[in-house]
C-alpha cells in the first residue's frame, strides 16, 4: 500500500513565475488536503476535497490559490504570479471518509522557494 | 475556534531520560478529535495516535504513552527512555472528526543527545 506521493519535492521560482504542485492520494482515500507550514511554524490548512468536490477553502488561500481534483483522484495546487511570502512547504494528506481509520496521512511535502 | 498550544518550543534532553511533551487544547465543540504527528528532518508528517473526546483512557504504545486529560484538556505525550531516532519536531493537532481540517499547535523540537 504506497503513501501520500507529491511532486516535485523541490521547487525554486523567481516572483512573478506560476507553479503548480502534485499530489497522488492513497488510493481509495476519499478526503484530499492541502496544508502550508512555514519555518518553525506547524501546518495551516489551506483547502481540502471529498473526492473532487472542493469542500472547504481557508482564507489564507488567496486568489491567486487554486486546487483542483478533477476526477477525484490526483490533485494539483497552483500558485499565479508567485510572491517571496509564498515560500513555504506545502503539504498534501488523504484520508478514507469515514470508519475507525478516520486519520490524515501525509505526503512528504513540495518545498517553494521564491527568489 | 478552535486553538492548539505547544507552550514548549524546543527541549533537550539525554539519551535514556523520559521527556513530556506537553499540549493544552482550546475548542468548543463537545466531540472532537486529537493527534500527534512526529516530523523528522526529512520533512514528511508521520501519524503518531488518534484519541477522541469520549475516550479519555490513556495509551501506552512502546515506548511512547499519552495523557488524555478533558479536565484540563490537555493531551500529553510521553517518551520514555529517549533514543536519538526520537529527534524530531513533534506536533499536537485537533481536528471535528479524523478527516476534516486539522488545527496544529506550533510544534515542539526535541534533541537527544548520545
Known amino acids: 500500500d504506497t503513501g501520500v506521493s507529491q511532486d516535485p519535492r523541490h521547487k525554486i521560482t523567481k516572483r512573478g513565475q506560476n507553479v503548480t504542485f502534485r499530489c497522488d492520494p492513497i488510493?481509495?482515500?476519499?478526503?484530499l488536503y492541502w496544508y502550508r507550514q512555514t519555518l518553525g511554524q506547524g501546518p495551516e490548512f489551506l483547502t481540502y476535497f471529498q473526492n473532487e468536490a472542493q469542500l472547504e477553502k481557508s482564507r489564507l488561500l488567496s486568489d491567486r490559490f487554486s486546487a483542483e481534483r478533477p476526477k477525484g483522484s490526483f490533485s494539483t495546487l497552483e500558485i499565479q504570479r508567485t510572491e517571496q511570502g509564498d515560500s513555504a512547504m506545502y503539504l498534501c494528506?488523504?484520508?478514507?471518509?469515514?470508519?475507525?481509520?478516520?486519520?490524515?496521512?501525509f505526503g512528504p511535502g513540495t518545498r517553494l522557494l521564491v527568489l | 475556534a478552535q486553538k492548539v498550544t505547544q507552550a514548549q518550543t524546543e527541549i533537550s534532553v539525554v539519551e535514556k531520560e523520559d521527556v513530556t511533551l506537553d499540549c493544552v487544547y482550546e475548542t468548543r465543540d463537545t466531540t472532537y478529535y486529537l493527534f500527534w504527528y512526529k516530523q523528522p528532518p526529512s520533512g514528511e508528517l508521520v501519524f503518531l495516535i488518534r484519541r477522541n473526546s469520549f475516550d479519555e483512557q490513556n495509551e501506552i504504545s512502546g515506548r511512547y504513552s499519552w495523557n488524555f486529560q478533558k479536565s484540563t484538556s490537555s493531551f500529553n505525550f510521553t517518551i520514555t527512555a529517549s533514543q536519538v531516532v526520537d529527534s524530531a519536531v513533534y506536533f499536537c493537532?485537533?481536528?471535528?472528526?479524523?478527516?476534516?481540517?486539522?488545527?496544529f499547535g506550533k510544534g515542539t523540537r526535541l534533541s537527544v543527545i548520545a
Open positions: 488510493s481509495e482515500h476519499n478526503r
Open positions: 493537532a485537533l481536528s471535528e472528526s479524523g478527516n476534516t481540517p486539522l488545527v
Open positions: 494528506a488523504s484520508s478514507p471518509l469515514q470508519g475507525p481509520q478516520e486519520t490524515q496521512y
